[in-house]
């Protein structure tokens, strides 16, 4: 009998449900037109293109011999991790954490994004997430079973969502909601009277906050962004997720956590039991030794990023390429010219100028006629690429 005639897979409904993965299609166009020879600018991404300081990589290599992590380590991860990260808060924006209570090591910010929706949804929950926002609190909500309602982020109002527009009988009904500032894609950032609307709002509705400060290192003009557990009452309906990947360029590392509410805490240290046996101890021992180690690499790097969209936005408006610039994050939001869709002009940006833009229909319907740029290349780079794009004679 011929077995592959007969033998089908049958993946599980969840696995059919899942939303397209946007940057994954990003990626084989680009390289296809790298595989031709071309010299591509990729700005489309946002992977930190800078190495992670030495002092974070010694801390690893002194750490890899030492036997004690080769065994599993805790499970929910060693106290003195979270005994850094709570250091962390407290120094940066005088946040009171119990490392025991408050604080989930995660493998890298996105799995605890994705894991929130698994813990608090049933199908058919509903969950509030920000349009145009990071498609992998789509992810999660699919994962879940659960089902989305969309918060427009406008330039008239700042990229911020606007609660009023939320229908009563659909707030009533959440259960979650994502925020996400300084903001992936629009480098939007928040202040302390957003998110006292927020936890205000929450309390009323019984929503869940998920607040997503993966770049909560990176603020300009001399501003740091705020961290929404700051505000009285925050951990009362949420808890905020922080990354060492874009603070300390440690990407690759996969190291993030979940803070605030006691009880959604557990409840992720609970799934985590499940999935995993927590991170190899010596990149613990490494990301305790970056976040309670100089940070002047925080500041070079911010300064680095400030410097870059600078120089971006000089030879922006040399061609006419006329935008607000970003408040924080290391992207930048950019309306297409007149005549494109955001998916035709990263087409033909990327097959006439060898630029790769990310389309910002990619994040949700309020991003069409925007696409996002990533700070991560050298000032010269960035400037070629924008002259590159100039003389296509667009604006």
């Known amino acids: 009998m011929d077995v592959t005639e007969t033998f089908q897979i049958s993946p599980a409904n969840r696995m059919t449900g899942l939303p397209t993965q946007f940057f994954a299609g990003l990626v084989r166009k680009a390289n296809a037109q790298t595989a031709k020879g071309r010299d591509v600018i990729n700005l489309g991404q946002g992977n930190p293109d800078r190495p992670t300081p030495e002092h974070i990589v010694a801390a690893l290599q002194e750490a890899a011999p030492n036997p004690l992590y080769h065994r599993y380590p805790p499970f929910s991860g060693y106290p003195f991790l979270k005994q850094a990260v709570a250091q962390r808060y407290k120094e940066d924006y005088g946040v009171e954490l119990d490392p025991e209570k408050e604080v989930a090591i995660l493998f890298g910010g996105k799995t605890g994004l994705i894991e929130i929706s698994q813990c608090l949804l049933n199908p058919g929950d509903i969950c509030l997430v920000p349009d145009p926002g990071y498609p992998d609190y789509w992810s999660g909500v699919a994962l879940a079973g659960g089902r989305m309602e969309y918060m427009p982020l406008t330039a008239d109002n700042a990229f911020l969502p606007d609660y009023d527009r939320v229908k009563t009988d659909i707030a009533d009904k959440a259960k979650l909601m994502f925020i996400n500032y300084p903001n992936n894609p629009t480098g939007a950032t928040a202040d302390p009277a957003f998110y006292s609307r927020t936890v205000e709002f929450a309390a009323k509705h019984g929503i869940v906050v998920a607040s997503d400060f993966a770049y909560g290192a990176i603020g300009f003009d001399g501003k740091q962004p705020v961290s929404f557990l700051q505000t009285p009452g925050a951990k009362e309906v949420g808890v905020e997720f922080y990354t060492l990947s874009k603070t300390y360029n440690m990407a690759g590392w996969r190291v993030g956590f979940a803070l605030g509410n006691p009880e959604i805490i557990s409840l992720i240290n609970l799934i985590q039991d499940h999935y995993y046996c927590s991170l190899f101890g010596g990149i613990q021992a490494a990301a305790a030794e970056a976040l309670t180690g100089p940070q002047q690499c925080v500041t070079d790097l911010t300064s680095a990023y400030e410097s870059r ?30 005549g494109h869709t955001s998916a035709s002009f990263s087409d033909y940006v990327l097959e006439h100028a060898d630029v790769v833009l990310a389309p910002g229909i990619g994040f949700g319907t309020h991003g069409e006629s925007y696409v996002r740029l990533g700070l991560l290349a050298p000032e010269e780079r960035l400037q070629e690429a924008i002259h590159r794009i100039g003389k296509l004679n667009l604006f």
Not at 310 to 337: D, R
């Open 309 to 338: 969209r600078n120089a971006l936005f000089e030879a922006m408006n040399e061609i006419g390429w006329q935008v607000a610039k970003p408040s924080g994050s290391f992207f930048c939001w950019l309306p297409v010219p007149k």
